[in-house]
């Protein structure tokens, strides 16, 4: 908007009508006073000031407008009818005037000048915007680096107050960072010294940053110029930057002790269950024979059978046992033959019916299914489907057991009870080494062992497994194991 200011009203209609013609809006002032007070209410971006004028002339008011931060830059174009006076000339400048024009006025002239003054303040004021808009990135910048400088040393702090070996590298694996415990097994090489036995530590660092997400390794270290490795536990965690991985941060982890504790209870687990198993072999053997001595009304055949089914139950656990030592220690071996998977079945179901009479079990569907897998581990897997069937469903007697082809190529085993079921929490977990239910904990006997033992069994047949379940309505357990196309022998 532009102000024009003159204490001749006929002059004010004239410029007015002038520049309002060529598009410019436009506001008048009939004095100095009556100006300031506008300018201070509104924005200008050029003010036309007549020099002479009573009480306040233009140059008093235009000296007053530099003074305020508001005008200080709005160029003025004083309308004077004196000669262009050097003086006059000097004083208009000092006091922020940027332009004269003479009168009487030639339009020509008064647009040409306006027109530059008007663009100059517009290009002026965009550029005091920008100049804004850039100190306030810098600023903002400034800030984000200092913070991101913040970041850096409290994570460097944090890995240097954990008692881990711990650094950072680059997406190329190139090491950035390392802690202070990083020198005790580095020396003065770059690297730390893994074991013979084990990819050196660069070909590690290939293999994490090959790695999509989270990399866990275990390895072996020994301090420079010693001899006793210790188990370490690697873990890598990759920092993105607009979905790239951009770096890794990583531990190591002393898990010597841990390593150590669990081979000694393996070592144990293995040593009793072996030691265990010997004499219960003969006990069992002992009072088979006097069984076979009594006669059917003997009074004490009872206790003997009783004794019998208890010694069953201690084999089993110590089965479950060995089996665990075997998984542990890599020593679980399967004997592969082919074997129809429907014999199979109807052996487990006849097995289980003997041992268990009160509960109905009930065979659904069939397969001409051919298997090429260890025929008594996958028995041991349906039997302990089967009895945990029995086991947690102490009140609903029937177990349907069902076999159906899902492709050609795969054959699916399920075992469905109306027991006791299992929450969606925990069916996650029920394959796990050690799991039992809340429940189970409560009401039944059990190691939570049989279950890891078969979904390993499972693995080494390239089987896949699972279960279905609702509390208080059942569990389905299924098997799916894929059938021998070509027979290997
Ligand atoms: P165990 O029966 O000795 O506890 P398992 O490994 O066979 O060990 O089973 C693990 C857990 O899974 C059980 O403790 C029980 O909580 C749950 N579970 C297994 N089978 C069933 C089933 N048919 N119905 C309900 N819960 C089951």
């Known amino acids: 908007m532009i102000l024009i200011v003159d204490d001749k009203k ?245 898990i010597e002790e841990q390593k150590q504790s669990s081979r000694r209870k393996d070592e144990f687990l293995s040593v009793a269950s072996h030691e265990l198993k010997t004499p219960l072999t003969s006990i069992k053997g002992y009072i088979q024979l006097l069984e076979r001595t009594l006669t059917d009304d003997c009074p004490g055949r009872l206790y003997v059978e009783r004794s019998l089914l208890q010694i069953q139950k201690l084999d089993s656990l110590i089965a479950d046992l060995l089996d665990i030592s075997r998984i542990e220690s890599g020593r679980m071996k399967l004997h592969r033959t082919n074997f129809p998977l429907d014999a199979l079945v109807r052996r487990a179901v006849e097995l289980m019916q003997q041992i268990s009479p009160d509960y109905q079990f009930k065979i659904d569907g069939e397969s001409d299914a051919v298997l090429y897998g260890d025929e008594m581990r996958l028995e041991q897997v349906l039997l302990n489907f089967l009895s945990n069937a029995v086991k947690y469903s102490p009140h609903q007697k029937e177990v349907l057991v069902s076999i159906t082809t899902p492709d050609k190529n795969q054959v699916k085993v399920s075992v469905a009870d109306q027991g006791i079921g299992i929450n969606k929490t925990d069916q996650q977990s029920v394959f796990d080494k050690f799991f039992r239910s809340e429940e189970s904990i409560r009401n039944f006997q059990g190691l939570g062992l049989g279950l890891y033992i078969c979904a390993d069994l499972l693995q080494r047949h390239e089987g896949s497994y699972g279960v279905t379940s609702e509390p208080g309505k059942g569990s389905t357990f299924h098997f799916i194991l894929p059938i021998n196309t070509t027979n290997p022998n």
């Not at 009168?103 to 306006?114: C, E, G, N, Y």
């Not at 020396?187 to 660092?205: A, K, Q, R, V, W």
Request: a negative charge; charged letters at 25%.
């Open 10 to 254: 006929e002059n004010l209609l004239s410029l007015q009508s002038l520049l309002s013609s060529q598009g410019y809006p436009v506001e008048t002032a009939v004095n100095g006073e009556e100006a300031l007070r506008k300018v201070l209410q509104s924005t200008y971006g050029l003010i036309i000031l007549d020099v002479q004028m009573p009480v306040m002339d233009g140059f008093e008011v235009a000296e007053m407008l530099s003074g305020f931060s508001k005008t200080r830059d709005v160029p003025i174009i004083f309308l004077s009818a004196l000669n262009v006076d050097k003086k006059y000339i000097t004083k208009g400048y000092r006091s922020g005037g940027i332009d004269y024009i003479t009168k009487p006025i030639d339009p020509d002239i008064l647009l040409l000048k306006v027109d530059t003054l008007y663009k100059l303040y517009e290009q002026k004021r965009e550029l005091n915007r920008m100049q804004i808009l850039l100190q306030q990135e810098v600023e903002f910048r400034k800030k984000a680096q200092q913070e991101s400088h913040e970041n850096a040393q409290q994570l460097r702090a944090i890995l240097e107050s954990i008692p881990q070996i711990a650094f950072s590298c680059s997406r190329e694996g190139k090491i950035e960072y390392s802690n202070t415990h990083w020198q005790t097994y580095t020396g003065n090489s770059e690297y730390p010294e893994l074991h013979p036995d084990e990819p050196s530590f660069p070909n590690i660092l290939n293999e994490m940053i090959h790695q999509k997400d989270v990399f866990e390794k275990e390895v072996r270290m020994a301090k420079p110029g010693q001899e006793s490795y210790r188990c370490f536990l690697l873990r890598a965690a990759p920092s993105y930057k607009e979905g790239k991985i951009k770096s890794w941060t990583a531990t190591f982890t002393d």
